[in-house]
């Protein structure tokens, strides 16, 4: 079982080291099944934001020299949810959980992209040193 799970965390490392794979791994996928464009690509967007969680969460965790990346990040989604379901509630008189949720996790899709790239250009130009 131990083997299994070394297995699944090593391949979870490797997607999230360069999260674009996912994405166009399950973009191809997707569009070869049949399914149109758009939802391949909202498909694409969900799966990959799970991979950016992890790589931008260990790429804070490295620059801060902290281990409050992964907090941090899900800090910054619950506020944005506050605000989403406000915002629905002060327009519509009531919130929907589904769609609340599915705007988080895709407005995080873009917010963890950019500081991704940020985050990657920033340990290129001036590398940390190791502890």
């Keep these: 079982m131990s083997s299994i799970w070394n297995a699944l ?78 915002a629905q509630n002060r327009v519509r008189g009531k919130v929907d959980p589904k769609k609340l949720l599915r705007a988080v996790w895709r407005l995080s899709f873009f917010g963890l992209s950019a500081l991704y790239i940020l985050l990657m250009l920033l340990a290129i130009v001036f590398p940390t040193a190791a502890k």
């Design 9 to 86: 965390v090593q391949a979870y490392a490797f997607l999230a080291t360069v999260p674009v794979i996912p994405f166009i791994l399950v973009f191809v996928i997707m569009t070869f099944i049949g399914s149109d464009r758009k939802s391949a690509i909202q498909l694409s967007m969900d799966i990959t934001t799970a991979f950016l969680f992890g790589c931008v969460a260990s790429l804070l965790n490295g620059r801060l020299h902290t281990g409050f990346g992964p907090f941090f990040l899900l800090l910054v989604m619950l506020i944005g949810g506050g605000l989403i379901g406000s």
